[in-house]
């Protein structure tokens, strides 16, 4: 759930560190999963997954962050962009739930650090 390549919309990252990255992913995952185990996932980027379940359905979603680099007054910095992940048979809910993770977690890093152009 990244910006598609050659479309208009600029890639972005967000200047956060490792652990601020780790801790909103944290977050926004147990905010949204709540009462629903979370477990970590380490590759091929850090993050977290949670599965839904509704009788004899199911849906997976991974939410991670991907080192990046972003150009800040013609300087590199260093970031992260969030990926989130979905896979199942809860189509609908699913992909409603995964995009709802995808707008909070940019919602809430950019509040910790505004958007920055990913530098190519």
Request: net charge neutral; glycine share 8%.
């Amino acid at each position: 759930m990244a910006p598609v390549a050659g479309s208009a919309a600029p890639a972005l990252m967000y200047p956060l560190s490792s652990e601020q990255a780790d801790r909103l992913l944290a977050t926004v995952m147990a905010g949204e999963f709540a009462g629903t185990p979370i477990s970590r996932v380490d590759l091929p980027n850090p993050g977290y997954t949670a599965t839904m379940r509704v009788l004899l359905d199911s849906h997976q979603i991974t939410a991670v962050r991907v080192p990046a680099r972003g150009m800040r007054d013609g300087a590199p910095v260093d970031g992260y962009y969030f990926e989130v992940q979905d896979a199942g048979t809860l189509l609908f809910s699913g992909k409603q739930r995964a995009r709802k993770v995808f707008e909070r977690l940019t919602h809430d890093a950019g509040v910790l650090a505004p958007a920055l152009p990913q530098a190519r």
